[in-house]
């Protein structure tokens, strides 16, 4: 979320364009404007909520640059205090959502995750775009978007060529930030698929990694 990374932009002071929502949102760190937005188009996103609890999972839906579910369990406390938000509890999703979200989040154990991922992938994998970024959240967002376009999306707006851009990930859903920059690290024991993919390996952030890559390529 937008209002999850700005106080770290500011403390930063990072005034570029940023990625936030795996890519389905671009802002302007000063205005908090949204310089590009791609959400899930409404009737999928209660297509996809009536699906998960066909399954037996509520999610969190992100409208408005802010987090609601339908009733507080200790998986959205947890998220809440992970993100430093605010949850408000709305009840009836459906009969709540009336424009379409950001994107859509089931947070739950791994094990439980895994089991509707299989079951959601043939019914909406081809309409909606479905990553893990940490092993108990996954997420749903609009088909065709990703970091990687977010990072395209910055580049276009800042004049950059994205070939000339390095960028780093650990989870799978950083695989197409990787692909679409120049040249990707992979953080060392990330996920498998990011490894697959990345131009190189790069240390833990106990080790400094991304620091020491930054620094041999300025050197450089």
Known sequence: MFRSVRPYLEQAGITEPVVCYQGAV????????????HPI???LARETIAFFA???FSPNVYVRDELFV???TDHSRTYAGFQHLRVSEVGDLLAWLDEPPTKLVVVADPGDLAGLRSAAVPRLG???FVTTSLP??????AAGVSKGTGLEAVCTL??????RVVAFGDGE??????EAAGFGFAIEGGHPRLHAVADGICPTPGDLGVAQVIEAVLGG
């Not at 802002?27 to 590009?36: C, E, H, K, M, Y």
């Open 54 to 56: 066909e399954h037996g």
């Open 136 to 141: 108990h959240f996954l997420e749903f967002g």
């Open 126 to 128: 081809d309409r909606l």
């Open 41 to 43: 188009e409404l009737e």
């Open 173 to 178: 859903n950083d695989v197409e930030l990787i």
């Open 70 to 72: 339908s009733v507080h």
């Open 158 to 163: 800042l004049g950059i060529d994205p070939a």
């Open 26 to 37: 671009v802002a302007d760190p000063r205005s908090g404007s949204f310089l590009s937005h």
